[in-house]
């Protein structure tokens, strides 16, 4: 048979059929040359590079393997720089959370420590600034000002007696709700600040005693 038969069943072919009408058999075609899809030149087969235009050829199934491994390597690329991106922003917020409980360390600590019980010896001769707490009799309030203190200047503040020593509430004395309990047993809990303690007697309510800030004060039913 010739060219214009299939070798397969005989069927006559139409011109540069690639396929049998009527068996389908693949008709073997002229692989000694084609066509560059860049620029239209027509080349060797086998050839990868069109030498007119310089442009990379390859077959339909290598190029469809190649878009896949592409594709697959751009998704790789977007992922990995995703990843690094969010580990890198993991990283630093971590960073900053350690470097933020170490600042708050000493604020946490102070805030877990707890309030040591102490008696009237140690109100004569109380710590600055240490948490304590202890129980007195509020006498009422003074009208005497420390313009030269800490906390000054305040006046009619709280008087709360601890044994024979005085203990003055930073602070109105209205504000303590402590006004209209005197000779009531009062729990305070809070800090001592530095001051001088004098020896003068409670008259007209004018007395030294040691500043304290209260954080809680509750009066004892």
Sequence with gaps: ??????????????????????????????????????CGEKIDF?????PKCGVRLLNPLTNSLNDTFDKATRKTEDFREKYVTARNITI????????????ATPLILEA?????EVDES????????EKVQFDGVYVGHTTWSAGSYFYSP?????????????????GDYLNNDLY?????????????APS?????????????????????IEIVE
């Design 112 to 116: 877990v420590t707890p309030y040591e």
């Design 92 to 103: 630093v917020f971590l960073i900053f959370i350690i470097f933020a409980l170490i600042a």
């Design 1 to 38: 048979m010739d060219n214009n038969y299939c070798p397969e069943c005989g069927n006559k072919l139409e011109k540069d059929a690639a396929f049998c009408s009527n068996c389908a058999f693949k008709i073997k075609q002229n692989n000694k040359t084609k066509f560059c899809s860049a």
């Design 122 to 129: 140690y109100i004569a001769n109380p710590v600055p600034g």
């Design 196 to 216: 001088e303690k004098s020896k003068e007697p409670l008259e007209d309510m004018y007395i030294y005693g040691y500043w304290f800030g209260e954080d809680s």
């Design 46 to 50: 086998n050839a990868e590079i069109c």
């Design 180 to 192: 209209g309990h005197e000779g009531r047993t009062v729990h305070l809990e809070g800090r001592f």
């Design 154 to 170: 305040i006046t009619d503040n709280d008087v709360v007696r601890v044994g024979s020593h005085y203990v003055i509430i930073q």
